[in-house]
C-alpha cells in the first residue's frame, strides 16, 4: 500500500506531499482509497462532504467501529501524517481477516476530506460539516491564495457544492471512532514507547493580522517618509515568539502574503497568519491577546493600519475517557496519565497533543479515540517526517486489537 501510495502528489524538488483538497493529486490519493476498498470487497460511498468510507458490514446497523484519518497534506508535509492511519486501518483489517475474527458489528474506514486546510485555510473542513460545525453558507464563502471559491473547487473535481452539510444521520450509525496518527512531537521518542494514547487536543486557532501601509517606491523614499506594513509585522513576529515562549504556548507566523511583492517596492499590504497553541483556554487567550496588543503598538509606532480576524477556532478536546480506559483495558495495559506497565512488558502513555485531528472535531458529537505511533525525530508537516517500519506495524496490530476488542463489546 504505502508502494502504490508514495509517488501520488509528492513534489519532484522538495520531495515533499502538495496534496491539496480538489486537486488532481486529491483524487489520484480518492481513487488509490477506492481501490483498497474494492480489493478487499468492501462497500464504498462518498458522503455529501466529500467524505469517503470503505464499510464491512450493513453501516445502517448502527453502532459501528470506525477507524481512519486523512490522505491531504500540508504545503511539502509528510508521508506519514494523515496517510499512516489510512493505511493502517486497511493493513488492520487484513490483520483481523487473518485471525478469524468474527465481526459483530459494522467496521468502516474512512478518509475525511480537507483535513489540513491547506488550500482554504480552515482545518477539518470534511468533519466540520459532517458534525454541524461549519455551515453550507460560511463553506461556500471559502477562498484559496487564487481567489477560487470551495464550491467552484468541488464542482471542478465532479462534486456537488449545494449538497454540503450536517449529516447526523450518517455520524448516528457509529458507536466508537478511532484514529491512529504518528505522533507530532518526540514524547513516544523519549518515553522509549512505541504507542501512545491521546488524551486530550490543546485548544488553538488561527487568527490573520493585514498591516495595511502605503506602497512606494524602495528607493526613493526617505526611511522617514514611509508606511512600511513590513517593520510592524516582522516586529509581530518576534512578540509571538516571546509571549508563547513566557506561557507555556505555542505561536507560529508559517504564512505571509505581501502586496505588491516587488523587490524594488515599498509593500502596501503584509498579511500573516498566526496560529498558536496552549494547554488550556486562559493561557491562549492570554498569549494571542498579548500578540495583538503588540500587534497594534507596533502598526501605530509605524504608520501602518492593523485588522485582527480569527478564521478558525477549536477549543479544547477531552477525549472519551471510558473509551480511552476500554482500549487500555484492550492492549493489557493500564492507561492511567502517566502510563503503566502490564503484562507484555510495554506501556501506553496517555498524550497530550497540540494537533488538531477530525477526531478532536468528532468528539463533539461521538465517542472519539487516537492511538499515537512514535516519531522518533519529533518532525512532522515536512518531508522529514518519519516512523519506522517495526513501530508502523507495532501500531497496525494495537489498532487491530483496538478494533477486534470494540467489535466484541
Not at 145 to 169: H, S, V
Not at 373 to 394: F, K, L, M, Q
Amino acid at each position: 500500500m504505502w508502494n502504490d501510495l508514495h509517488p501520488l502528489g509528492r513534489h519532484p524538488t522538495t520531495r515533499g506531499y502538495r496534496r491539496y483538497a480538489w486537486t488532481p493529486a486529491d483524487a489520484e490519493c480518492r481513487a488509490w482509497f477506492t481501490a483498497q476498498a474494492e480489493t478487499r470487497g468492501l462497500t464504498h460511498e462518498i458522503d455529501r462532504n466529500g467524505n469517503q468510507w470503505a464499510w464491512l458490514g450493513d453501516p445502517a446497523r448502527g453502532d459501528a467501529v470506525v477507524t481512519g484519518s486523512h490522505l491531504d497534506s500540508v504545503p511539502d508535509g509528510g508521508a506519514f501524517d494523515g496517510p499512516l492511519g489510512v493505511v493502517s486501518a486497511f493493513a488492520a483489517l487484513d490483520e483481523l481477516r487473518r485471525r478469524g475474527t468474527a465481526f459483530t458489528r459494522p467496521l468502516g474506514i474512512v478518509n475525511f476530506g480537507d483535513e489540513e486546510g491547506a488550500r482554504f485555510g480552515l482545518a477539518c473542513v470534511g468533519s466540520r460539516l459532517s458534525s454541524g460545525q461549519l455551515t453550507r453558507d460560511r463553506a461556500h464563502r471559502l477562498t484559496d491564495g487564487d481567489g477560487i471559491t470551495l464550491p467552484r473547487a468541488m464542482e471542478a473535481a465532479g462534486y456537488d457544492p449545494d449538497a454540503i452539510g450536517a449529516d447526523p444521520d450518517r455520524l448516528a450509525r457509529i458507536g466508537a471512532f478511532v484514529e491512529l496518527h504518528v505522533e507530532q512531537g518526540r514524547a513516544l521518542d523519549l518515553s522509549g514507547d512505541a504507542v501512545g494514547v491521546a488524551g486530550a487536543i490543546w485548544p488553538h486557532g488561527r487568527w490573520r493580522f493585514d498591516f495595511r501601509g502605503e506602497a512606494n517606491h524602495a528607493g526613493t523614499t526617505r526611511l522617514t517618509d514611509r508606511r512600511d506594513p513590513m517593520l510592524p509585522y516582522a516586529e509581530t513576529v518576534l512578540a509571538a515568539r516571546r509571549e508563547a515562549g513566557s506561557a507555556r504556548a505555542v505561536a507560529t507566523f508559517g504564512k505571509v502574503a505581501v502586496e505588491p511583492n516587488g523587490v524594488n517596492a515599498i509593500p502596501s499590504l503584509v498579511r500573516g497568519w498566526l496560529d498558536s497553541r496552549a494547554p488550556d483556554q486562559r493561557d491562549l487567550d492570554a498569549v494571542v491577546a498579548a500578540v495583538e496588543k503588540a500587534a497594534r503598538a507596533h502598526a501605530d509606532a509605524h504608520g501602518v493600519d492593523l485588522d485582527v480576524v480569527r478564521e478558525s477556532f477549536t477549543p479544547v478536546v477531552e477525549f472519551d475517557h471510558a473509551l480511552r480506559d476500554r482500549i487500555g483495558r484492550i492492549l493489557g495495559r493500564d492507561t492511567g496519565h502517566t502510563g503503566h506497565t502490564g503484562d507484555t512488558g510495554l506501556t501506553v502513555p496517555v498524550l497530550g497533543t497540540g494537533a488538531g485531528h477530525d477526531a478532536g472535531i468528532l468528539s463533539a458529537v461521538l465517542p472519539t479515540a487516537m492511538l499515537f505511533v512514535r516519531n522518533p525525530t519529533g518532525v512532522s508537516h515536512s518531508p522529514a517526517e518519519y516512523a519506522t517500519e517495526d513501530d508502523c506495524v507495532t501500531g497496525v496490530l494495537a489498532l487491530a486489537d483496538v478494533l477486534e476488542g470494540l467489535i466484541h463489546p
